[in-house]
Nanobody, 119 residues
Framework: QVQLVESGGGLVQAGGSLRLSCVASGRSFSNYAMGWFRQAPGKEREFVAFINWSGGHTYYADSVKGRFTISRDNAKNTVYLQLNSLKLEDTAVYYC????????????WGQGTQVTVSS
């Protein structure tokens, strides 16, 4: 059974930084692209970052481009999301999963990790 466990969220002031982690278990993800999503209260889930299997190719939504960085450690079956220059509108629950349109999407969703940005 595939399991995704996100962590690293918290309360941070605007302009601050956080590093999120997503550990995958139940299968190896070293050959698969992964992504990060977020869902703010009352809004639909938004896809924010993509990384290919090797980490050599990444993509970001315009809303986070230049501020967030996705990376991965295949030996640890872990995907990271570095959040810098956080804004109030970045407040959301953050999830990892396979990217939309990929053969593995969607994997069972994890519980997510809450990021709250205060002024």
């Amino acid at each position: 059974q595939v399991q995704l466990v996100e962590s690293g969220g918290g309360l941070v002031q605007a302009g601050g930084s956080l590093r999120l982690s997503c550990v995958a278990s139940g299968r190896s993800f070293s050959n698969y692209a992964m992504g990060w999503f977020r869902q703010a209260p009352g809004k639909e889930r938004e896809f924010v970052a993509f990384i290919n299997w090797s980490g050599g190719h990444t993509y970001y939504a315009d809303s986070v481009k230049g501020r967030f960085t996705i990376s991965r450690d295949n030996a640890k079956n872990t995907v990271y999301l570095q959040l810098n220059s956080l804004k109030l509108e970045d407040t959301a629950v953050y999830y990892c999963n396979a990217p939309p349109g990929s053969s593995t999407y969607p994997l069972p969703w994890g519980q997510g990790t809450q990021v709250t940005v205060s002024s």
